[in-house]
């Protein structure tokens, strides 16, 4: 009977704790093997440097909190920043609309001067606070499709690169393209939706919904507005966070009662003047923000001095890139960040401590493992000393009883590390999945890296270690005295 014949013999004679040692083992690299997984690619989800922009600009407070916000749609709006912020940039670029202003503004003030001075690539404005059905709802300009103002599609001349770098990406290389439909007006109450929402939802286009005042939880009932947005295009899937919103033309959200209610306020407040008698809620016609033209137009009656947006969304040569985030971190109401920078401190200042003390943790469990393995494999030796001495009697060698048991050790080591690096990818897998829930896309969880292939060599030289103490125990058998009839 060859070695391996015999090590197969003697863990079927032992099954039920030749399966637990293998448990054990699994569990400890699955656990070790999830770990790298969610730090490598979670890394690379959050934390990427091929974002379509290298500028965020926001008001002050919380990059973090700017990033996670804007980017990835699970936080919280910590302020505005006025308009003007945004359409000194975007005039130098050409897509803002030259009719971008109030209707009833008889003495438009002169275009506002960027305090950036820098070339500027593309740029555009994002407005939340809205949801529909716990989706977020974001107002900005036709312009992140690659739309003029009337929301056509922008042609550009093949080979011109410089009419080309003005059209916005996610990622570079990578624009937003629609589905089905097309972009919307600048003007219009429409509206492109990401591909999850309109799985989810069932809204296509044509469809027509209504915005949920900020994000309820459950049980919560609902502040619906009153205005009705047409869904005009469905975006093709981006695997980003966009997938999840509804995009809104930035007009129609100031066209919202409570949206201009509020933004009068805060410039009442901000020039320390009394607020000027409003007409009364209950008169919807006289209480309405807007006013809507023949074509479905917007005319809007908030002061274009009264607009705010939550975040501006700015490329840059990266040359200059350093130059943007500084004047913007300079000014008393701003700031500005780069988003890859603000994630990769986030992943080595906040979640490195955690990360490394799972990695503890994975360690300690394959010690665990690795005892049990030698207990498992001493406690088998030593009830099995009898069979030690007949396979001495037969001829077998003490290297060669050495070699069975170091073996036996050894294979415990390597199947349990395979099935546990198994079980890891496959608990990535589950993390992968909420977090496409919960941002819009997951992680690569079927990727195998180099620190998991090392793992696994280690606690395969970690059992055959194991297997060390039993192996020489068996070694220094007695053939004689084993013999003995029992």
Same mark, same amino acid.
């Given at each position: 009977?060859?070695?391996?014949?015999?090590?197969?013999?003697?863990?079927?004679?032992?099954?039920?704790?030749?399966?637990?040692?293998?448990?054990?083992?699994?569990?400890?690299?699955?656990?070790?093997?999830?770990?790298?997984?969610?730090?490598?690619?979670?890394?690379?989800?959050?934390?990427?440097?091929?974002?379509?922009?290298?500028?965020?600009?926001?008001?002050?407070?919380?990059?973090?909190?700017?990033?996670?916000?804007?980017?990835?749609?699970?936080?919280?709006?910590?302020?505005?920043?006025?308009?003007?912020?945004?359409?000194?940039?975007?005039?130098?670029?050409?897509?803002?609309?030259?009719?971008?202003?109030?209707?009833?503004?008889?003495?438009?003030?002169?275009?506002?001067?960027?305090?950036?001075?820098?070339?500027?690539?593309?740029?555009?404005?994002?407005?939340?606070?809205?949801?529909?059905?716990?989706?977020?709802?974001?107002?900005?300009?036709?312009?992140?499709?690659?739309?003029?103002?009337?929301?056509?599609?922008?042609?550009?001349?093949?080979?011109?690169?410089?009419?080309?770098?003005?059209?916005?990406?996610?990622?570079?290389?990578?624009?937003?393209?629609?589905?089905?439909?097309?972009?919307?007006?600048?003007?219009?109450?429409?509206?492109?939706?990401?591909?999850?929402?309109?799985?989810?939802?069932?809204?296509?286009?044509?469809?027509?919904?209504?915005?949920?005042?900020?994000?309820?939880?459950?049980?919560?009932?609902?502040?619906?507005?009153?205005?009705?947005?047409?869904?005009?295009?469905?975006?093709?899937?981006?695997?980003?966070?966009?997938?999840?919103?509804?995009?809104?033309?930035?007009?129609?959200?100031?066209?919202?009662?409570?949206?201009?209610?509020?933004?009068?306020?805060?410039?009442?407040?901000?020039?320390?003047?009394?607020?000027?008698?409003?007409? $009364? =809620?209950?008169?919807? !016609?006289? %209480?309405?923000?807007?006013? &809507?033209?023949?074509?479905? #137009?917007?005319? @809007?009656? *908030?002061?274009?001095?009264?607009?705010?947006?939550?975040?501006?969304?700015?490329?840059?040569?990266?040359?200059?890139?350093?130059?943007?985030?500084?004047?913007?971190?300079?000014?008393?109401?701003?700031?500005?960040?780069?988003?890859?920078?603000?994630?990769?401190?986030?992943?080595?200042?906040?979640?490195?401590?955690?990360?490394?003390?799972?990695?503890?943790?994975?360690?300690?469990?394959?010690?665990?493992?690795?005892?049990?393995?030698?207990?498992?494999?001493?406690?088998?030796? $030593? =009830?099995?000393?009898? !069979?030690? %001495?007949?396979?001495?009697? &037969?001829?077998?060698?003490? #290297?060669?009883? @050495?070699? *069975?048991?170091?073996?036996?050790?050894?294979?415990?080591?390597?199947?349990?590390?395979?099935?546990?690096?198994?079980?890891?990818?496959?608990?990535?897998?589950?993390?992968?999945?909420?977090?496409?829930?919960?941002?819009?896309?997951?992680?690569?969880?079927?990727?195998?890296?180099?620190?998991?292939?090392?793992?696994?060599?280690?606690?395969?030289?970690?059992?055959?270690?194991?297997?060390?103490?039993?192996?020489?125990?068996?070694?220094?058998?007695?053939?004689?005295?084993?013999?003995? =009839?029992?």
């Amino acid at each position: 009977m060859n070695i391996f014949a015999l090590l197969f013999k003697q863990m079927r004679q032992r099954s039920l704790s030749t399966a637990l040692t293998l448990l054990s083992v699994m569990l400890g690299v699955a656990l070790a093997v999830a770990i790298m997984i969610c730090q490598r690619e979670g890394r690379a989800a959050f934390g990427q440097t091929d974002y379509g922009y290298n500028v965020l600009i926001g008001p002050k407070g919380s990059g973090l909190q700017l990033v996670m916000n804007t980017v990835y749609h699970i936080d919280v709006s910590q302020g505005n920043v006025p308009f003007e912020e945004y359409e000194a940039l975007a005039r130098r670029t050409g897509s803002l609309p030259k009719e971008f202003a109030p209707a009833d503004a008889t003495q438009p003030a002169a275009a506002p001067r960027s305090p950036y001075p820098g070339p500027v690539s593309w740029v555009v404005p994002y407005a939340v606070g809205d949801s529909y059905k716990g989706f977020r709802i974001v107002a900005t300009m036709p312009i992140l499709f690659g739309a003029n103002p009337d929301g056509k599609p922008i042609v550009v001349p093949e080979g011109d690169a410089r009419a080309a770098s003005h059209i916005p990406e996610y990622r570079p290389g990578h624009r937003y393209t629609i589905a089905q439909g097309q972009p919307f007006a600048y003007n219009k109450f429409e509206a492109v939706i990401g591909s999850e929402v309109a799985a989810a939802t069932g809204l296509k286009v044509g469809d027509k919904f209504q915005a949920t005042h900020g994000m309820p939880k459950e049980g919560e009932t609902p502040d619906i507005h009153d205005e009705i947005w047409t869904v005009v295009g469905v975006l093709d899937k981006t695997f980003t966070a966009n997938d999840r919103v509804l995009f809104i033309p930035l007009m129609s959200f100031y066209s919202i009662w409570e949206h201009a209610e509020g933004l009068d306020a805060i410039a009442d407040i901000a020039s320390n003047t009394r607020p000027a008698p409003k007409p $009364a =809620a209950t008169q919807e !016609e006289e %209480a309405k923000a807007y006013t &809507l033209n023949p074509d479905g #137009t917007i005319n @809007l009656k *908030l002061p274009k001095d009264k607009w705010e947006i939550s975040a501006i969304l700015l490329k840059t040569p990266p040359t200059t890139q350093g130059q943007a985030i500084f004047v913007y971190k300079n000014r008393p109401d701003t700031m500005a960040v780069n988003p890859a920078t603000v994630m990769a401190e986030f992943f080595d200042d906040i979640l490195g401590s955690i990360v490394e003390m799972f990695r503890v943790m994975a360690g300690i469990v394959v010690v665990v493992a690795a005892v049990s393995i030698l207990v498992s494999i001493y406690n088998s030796v $030593a =009830a099995r000393n009898r !069979e030690v %001495a007949i396979l001495r009697a &037969l001829g077998a060698t003490k #290297t060669r009883i @050495l070699t *069975l048991v170091c073996l036996e050790a050894t294979f415990i080591g390597l199947m349990g590390g395979i099935a546990g690096l198994v079980a890891g990818h496959l608990a990535a897998a589950a993390a992968s999945a909420y977090l496409a829930q919960w941002i819009g896309h997951g992680i690569a969880w079927w990727r195998a890296g180099w620190m998991e292939l090392l793992y696994l060599g280690v606690v395969v030289l970690v059992s055959f270690a194991a297997g060390l103490v039993p192996a020489f125990k068996a070694f220094r058998t007695q053939v004689a005295a084993n013999l003995v =009839a029992e």
